[in-house]
């Protein structure tokens, strides 16, 4: 396909003022950004979690009465970080629980603030023996292990990622569909050129060679901005949302950029198969 080729056969198979053609380009930049920033955002799903898995996995809370007597409380939190897995015993402080209280009560200064404990574990933790030691000094006590939530949030991000994976599939095909008809219209449109280059000589593969690589040329084109369009985007969203900007890591904006690449391969292919198709036929009915 990078073989020289002559500028005479170029200019008699030229498709860039192809009306069709000319589309080719704003098509793959519109499928390369939408592909790329789905890639983006999977990955950035990805490293969301992760992290989240990673604290979920690594702490524990207990809620206890605001009367919740202070000898008491120390006495089990010391036996608590002798039990296994147990690796840290940490009281929040009264601004830390109002803080915490804060996005779900009003007025949460008028009633008594709760005790709040978060323990930070590890897997090696025996829940039956922490809870026990929990509930044989306060009976009434709370205790949120979110780490029971981690199989069904798991299913919920694969089924995201498995779905935008679909989407990008449907991308591709859309593409290919594209680029199938872009130069089966083109090579319709140059049909005595195409019966000229015949006619001299000149074979399949080179006229296939002529077509793909004006494909391959705007894709490339496509792509570069495509990309550009989506490392902005995913900029932009991670400076009006810092919160997101965290979870952009350079693995999302490399994901980001390699995305429409495969819309070039399919691109190349779809023209390859495409052109020699169209070729072939026309050499038949010749």
Do not use: C, H
């Not at 001299?200 to 060679?209: E, K, L, P, Q």
Request: glycine content about 6%; charged content about 20%.
């Amino acid at each position: 396909m990078f073989k020289p080729i002559a500028k005479s056969a170029k200019k008699a198979l030229s498709l860039r003022k192809d009306t069709v053609f000319r589309l080719l380009v704003v098509m793959t930049i519109l499928l390369g950004w939408l592909a790329a920033v789905g890639s983006g955002g999977l990955v950035g799903l990805e490293n969301l979690y992760k992290n989240w898995q990673l604290e979920q996995n690594s702490q524990i809370s207990v809620y206890l009465l605001a009367d919740a007597d202070a000898e008491t409380l120390d006495e089990m939190n010391r036996e608590l970080e002798s039990v296994q897995g147990v690796i840290e015993v940490k009281k929040l402080s009264v601004e830390e629980t109002k803080a915490l209280l804060s996005p779900y009560f009003e007025g949460e200064n008028d009633f008594p603030i709760p005790v709040v404990l978060d323990v930070f574990v590890n897997d090696t933790l025996r829940r039956s023996l922490f809870d026990a030691k929990i509930y044989k000094t306060f009976p009434e006590a709370e205790i949120d292990d979110a780490r029971s939530l981690l199989t069904t949030v798991s299913k919920g991000v694969r089924f995201a990622q498995y779905s935008t994976l679909g989407f990008a599939l449907v991308l591709f095909v859309i593409m290919a569909l594209l680029v199938s008809l872009t130069v089966k219209a083109g090579l319709r449109g140059k049909q005595d050129s195409l019966s000229v280059l015949q006619y001299v000589g000149a074979t399949d593969s080179f006229i296939t060679r002529l077509v793909v690589r004006q494909v391959f040329v705007r894709s490339l084109v496509g792509w570069f901005v495509a990309s550009l369009l989506a490392m902005a985007t995913l900029y932009g969203m991670g400076v009006s949302y810092p919160q997101f900007a965290q979870y952009l890591s350079r693995d999302v904006y490399i994901g980001a950029a390699l995305a429409p690449l495969v819309l070039v391969v399919v691109a190349v292919v779809a023209a390859w198969v495409t052109s020699y198709g169209v070729v072939q036929k026309a050499q038949k009915s010749a």
